[in-house]
C-alpha cells in the first residue's frame, strides 16, 4: 500500500532518537557528557539508542538534589 516494513521502521528509530536526545539534554550530567551521548546517538542511531538505554545518563539535575 506505499509505506514499506522499513519506512515505518525508521520513523520509530527516528522518534526513539529524538526521545533519547531530549531525555539526554534534560539529564543532570556535564556539557561534555551530554555532547559525547549525543553525538552517539547521532552517528549510531540503533547502537547508540540501545547503548544509551543500558548505560546513559538519567533523571534531571533536579530530581538528583
Request: hydrophobic content about 65%.
Amino acid at each position: 500500500m506505499g509505506i514499506e516494513v522499513g519506512g515505518i521502521l525508521g520513523i520509530i528509530i527516528l522518534a526513539l532518537d529524538i526521545w533519547a536526545i531530549i531525555n539526554i539534554f534534560g539529564s543532570g550530567a556535564s556539557t561534555g557528557s551530554k555532547v559525547l551521548w549525543i553525538l552517539l546517538v547521532l552517528l549510531l542511531p540503533v547502537v547508540g539508542l540501545i547503548i544509551w538505554f543500558l548505560a546513559g545518563p538519567r533523571g534531571s539535575a533536579a530530581a538528583k538534589v
